[in-house]
């Protein structure tokens, strides 16, 4: 009744009618504690979001006297388990009513999120018999849920020989759908859904010659970062004889389901949203998301939203960084409940050699097999072509006269790398140089191409371009030298999105990173394995780099803590894998940075708290947990309303007003701590409390080493511990020492307990604002 009263209200209070608006999909908010009073009054035999629906359907219908057409709304999702609301593709009017229903909080316009790949196991120090592989920890069963672009079902990386049955706290399923049974499902794959409501609001209907309206991926990536986490064991498994070798997800006895959400212009974060909001009720115990967006505040961040409510419910998140490094502040995904993965290299590399006619060579990178070529005639795109694209050798910009029979030296730009050569190749081009522009530095990608070339750094284009001028007959050779080892790393990717966070400055962001360069995973056959439609070749595993493929490493890492530690909260895992990150390569010096052309060394806003090592993770000697509540009052010492903390509080929280609270409080395992440029003297302290997970009796000592500018005082600098679980509280004080320095600049240092063979270690930030 409240309900019927409350529309007459509002039809009364209708005033001019506004032209029909344009529908759009939203992401609606509600405060589940406000709404039960009003909606289930009306029809308690409807779900409370088609009650919503109607309501404002209705109402909005009411006002429109001038019978104008009138779009309804419609409901596309409910969202009950990670978030509470719905999506609905609803105008602005529809909005305006929504706005008067009890509980309303927000309402977010859709969005895209983009999609951001074994030798890495080895990398990892994960071999067969060391203690983490070792049978009986492999025996539990960990479920990873996939948030990505499908999977390819019949890969021999999701047999399931040697699986027990599928765990019985399993309640997901397998969709059928466009070439894609339910028996599709294996005890290694066992659910697969597909989202694609929000995304066709955007875009239309899907064109089912180039998707499977179904779990099956036609993309490859989410096969891709799938297998990385959890695949099973492939013996022989190389691309083209590149990087050969056992390949294996980082917990291949682990179970898969996979929640497609990505179609070929993106992922809608409504479908995502859908999502995640199922697979966990499903009961997945690991989220895998190698997608996101620009960073926005928490409250707006809708993958930060559910994955809230996925760590509540004991959900370990990991999400990638994004791949716009190396400008900082470009990491996305970096909520303090989230594992933010960036991006680097293994000591593995797939090297050619260029060389000139006049006995100069250069070293670059691709994964095109075959002889050396011939020393052949050499000419730039730029001078091969009329018009100005022909630089960057795009379709059609180049003279087959000029360019047949000749190695074509092409700069990177809009067009894709593998696409430039099928350009060269169809204007009958013999072979092809991939060169970087200035800003793109020193950073190379090895490549899949379909015809002899490789990629170079910047700096050897002035020398290419000079030989050429100086040159009659300039020539070139490239040789192919296979897979190769021992090369420093890692080293950190130039494109692995930085910090510091401008969401949430007081943690550091990304948390660690993990191997995202030449990672070569499972592939669909039918899938051109260099994007290129006309390329045929099949493939069974393909060589990619991004923070998408360094994410599942971790969610499979992150699988087999978890079995290994079924106690551990997500945040406890977190901090295990954190805490034990290492920064030294394997030459044992930092990790350097590709941004830099490995001339400087790489930050904790490149890499967090260093490189993930797994078996030091699984015996880490303290923990820093962080619970829910915790994580509420970190966002209310961001000045977060009470309406955008009932986004993830779902209305059962307020923040204390007799509390002083500080961001940097938050019992997070490294510190970002902020200053004020012109404040000398200037001082904040932290107070930090850590569980120990090691041995029952034990002393840790605290180690210091001091940012630049910055005097770093703890107290106590011994902690005691007389058994397992205790947990000990610590400060520290931050003390500005030194001159005033220049805003937007940072120093670096750690915080370290130690105790026997435990190292803790919290890496420090500061910033000057
Ligand atoms: C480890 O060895 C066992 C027994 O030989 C085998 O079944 C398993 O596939 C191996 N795992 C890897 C990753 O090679
Ligand atoms: C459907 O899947 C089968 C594998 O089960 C594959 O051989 C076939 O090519 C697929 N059809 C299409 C249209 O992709
Ligand atoms: C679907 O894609 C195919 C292949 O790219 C194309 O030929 C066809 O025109 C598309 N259909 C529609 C309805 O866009
Ligand atoms: C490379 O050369 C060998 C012998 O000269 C020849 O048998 C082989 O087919 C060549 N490979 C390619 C990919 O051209
Ligand atoms: C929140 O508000 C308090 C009091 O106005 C202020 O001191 C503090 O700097 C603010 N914090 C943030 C993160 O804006
Ligand atoms: C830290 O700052 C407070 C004021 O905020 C001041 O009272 C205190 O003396 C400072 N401590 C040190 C060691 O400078």
Not at 388 to 402: I, M, R, T, V, W
Request: hydrophobic share 40%; net charge neutral; with cysteine.
């Amino acid at each position: 009744m409240i309900f019927r009263i409350l529309f007459l209200f509002l039809a009364f209070m209708a005033t001019n009618s506004i032209a029909v608006a344009d529908q759009q999909t939203y992401i609606v908010h509600m405060d589940k504690t406000k709404l039960k009073v009003s909606i289930h009054s009306h029809d308690r035999s409807k779900p409370w979001s088609e009650s919503i629906i109607y309501f404002i359907s209705e109402a909005s219908m009411q006002e429109e006297e001038e019978k104008e057409e009138i779009l309804a709304p419609q409901l596309l999702y409910t969202y009950e388990t990670t978030m509470f609301g719905f999506a609905a593709q609803l105008s602005k009017k529809h909005l305006k009513y929504l706005n008067q229903v009890d509980g309303f909080l927000s309402a977010i316009p859709d969005e895209l999120s983009t999609l951001h790949t074994t030798y890495t196991p080895h990398f990892l120090g994960l071999d067969n018999g060391s203690a983490l592989w070792s049978a009986s920890n492999l025996a539990s069963d960990m479920i990873i849920g996939v948030i990505d672009s499908g999977i390819w079902p019949e890969h021999i990386s999701f047999q399931d020989s040697g699986l027990s049955p599928v765990p019985s706290h399993w309640k997901g399923v397998c969709e059928q759908g466009t070439n894609f049974s339910a028996s599709d499902c294996n005890k290694k794959l066992i659910g697969a859904r597909t989202y694609f409501k929000g995304y066709e609001k955007v875009f239309g209907k899907l064109n089912e010659t180039v998707s499977y309206l179904s779990p099956r991926d036609s993309e490859g990536h989410g096969t891709h970062t799938a297998s990385t986490a959890a695949g099973n064991v492939v013996k022989n498994a190389n691309l083209y004889g590149q990087a050969g070798g056992t390949a294996s997800g980082m917990r291949y006895t682990s179970r898969i389901a996979v929640y497609k959400v990505c179609w070929p212009k993106g992922c809608a974060n409504s479908d995502i949203l859908a999502a995640v909001d199922q697979a966990v009720s499903d009961g997945v115990d690991v989220l895998s998301l190698s997608l996101g967006s620009d960073p926005k505040p928490f409250y707006d961040d809708l993958i930060a939203v559910a994955s809230f409510g996925a760590t509540k419910k004991g959900v370990f998140v990991a999400c990638s960084a994004g791949n716009k490094g190396p400008s900082p502040s470009t990491v996305s995904n970096g909520a303090p409940w989230i594992m933010t993965v960036a991006a680097s290299s293994t000591d593995r590399s797939f090297p050619t050699e260029v060389m000139l006619g006049n006995g100069k060579f250069f070293k670059g990178t691709s994964l095109y097999q075959g002889n050396l070529t011939n020393q052949l005639p050499l000419v730039f795109g730029k001078s091969a072509g009329t018009k100005k694209e022909a630089q960057h050798c795009s379709e059609g910009s180049l003279d087959p006269k000029l360019v047949h029979g000749k190695i074509v030296v092409c700069e990177r730009g809009k067009n894709g790398r593998t696409e430039m050569g099928e350009v060269v190749k169809v204007a009958g081009g013999a072979g092809m140089i991939v060169l970087n522009a200035e800003n793109q530095g020193e950073e190379i990608y090895a490549d899949l191409h379909i015809l002899p070339a490789t990629s170079l750094g910047a700096s050897e284009g002035k020398t290419i371009e000079t030989y050429i001028q100086s040159d009659k007959k300039p020539t070139a050779s490239i040789s192919f030298m296979g897979t190769k080892f021992g090369d420093p790393a890692p080293v950190m990717g130039a494109f692995s999105s930085r910090g510091p966070s401008i969401v949430g400055p007081d943690v550091i962001k990304p948390d660690v990173t993990a191997p995202g360069v030449n990672i070569l995973a499972a592939w669909p056959p039918k899938t051109s394995p260099s994007f290129i439609m006309n390329d045929k070749r099949e493939v069974l595993f393909n060589i990619l780099w991004g923070t998408s493929m360094s994410c599942p490493h971790v969610s499979g890492i992150a699988a087999l803590l978890k079995s290994l530690h079924k106690d551990w909260s997500p945040a406890a895992i977190k901090s295990a894998l954190m805490t034990t990150a290492y920064t030294l390569n394997n030459k044992g010096a930092p990790i350097s940075d590709m941004a830099s052309d490995n001339k400087a060394f790489a930050t904790p806003f490149a890499f967090g708290s260093g490189h993930v090592n797994p078996v030091s993770a699984f015996d880490p000697g303290l923990v820093y947990d962080i619970g829910t509540e915790d994580y509420l009052n970190y966002l209310c010492s961001l000045n977060y309303t009470s309406s955008q903390i009932a986004l993830l509080s779902r209305g059962k929280f307020a923040c204390s007003k007799k509390a002083v609270l500080q961001a940097g409080d938050l019992n997070y395992p490294s510190f970002a701590v902020l200053f004020d440029r012109s404040a000398l003297n200037a001082n904040v302290t932290y107070t930090r409390v850590v569980t120990n997970v090691g041995k029952p009796q034990s002393a840790y000592a605290v180690k210091v080493k001091q940012p630049d500018g910055v005097s770093v005082t703890v107290e106590p600098r011994v902690l005691k511990f007389e058994k397992v679980g205790q947990k000990l509280s610590y400060k520290v004080t931050f003390l500005a020492v030194g001159k005033a320095r220049v805003a937007g600049t940072s120093s670096f240092g750690s915080l370290i307990w130690v105790s026997g063979r435990y190292q803790v270690r919290s890496p420090i930030a500061l910033t000057w604002k």
